[in-house]
């Protein structure tokens, strides 16, 4: 899905995701198995993962142009916010700003966080995700 010549954009992803799991000042066993799934989906490798962990902060997010791309990242950190079976008000305020970021607007954030917590500790069944989604298209 990412483009494979851009592994700073992969790294960005995965940094971006370990700001979401640590912004409650801890980071548990689930949140680093999630994250860890996510970097080997997208191809990123330990020693990489590693090298992000040590310094998120030179991992600016890279925006990419794909609109699917994007989504993709969004379904990731709504899923990271989610994984640890609480939804903490830093999360979602990351949550609105990397999704504002993605170019999603504050509305269509605003009822997939909705989603999240309704299936907090439950299987996200996909259609409701796409129902939320399709509310949105222009």
Do not use: W
């Not at 992000?52 to 600016?60: G, N, R, W």
């Not at 916010?81 to 008000?89: A, H, L, P």
């Amino acid at each position: 899905m990412f483009e494979e010549h851009d592994i700073e954009q992969r790294k960005s992803i995965i940094a971006l995701l370990f700001k979401l799991a640590k912004s409650d000042n801890s980071v548990s066993n689930i949140e680093k198995l999630y994250l860890r799934d996510i970097a080997n989906s997208i191809g990123v490798d330990s020693f990489s993962i590693d090298e992000v962990l040590k310094d998120p902060d030179a991992y600016p997010l890279k925006i990419p142009l794909d609109e699917r791309e994007r989504m993709t990242i969004l379904y990731y950190i709504l899923f990271m916010m989610r994984v640890d079976g609480r939804i903490e008000k830093g999360e979602e305020s990351l949550i609105y700003k990397a999704s504002f970021r993605l170019g999603f607007n504050e509305k269509l954030t605003e009822d997939l966080i909705g989603v999240m917590k309704t299936y907090l500790n439950k299987e996200v069944p996909p259609e409701v995700m796409l129902k939320q989604i399709r509310k949105h298209l222009n």
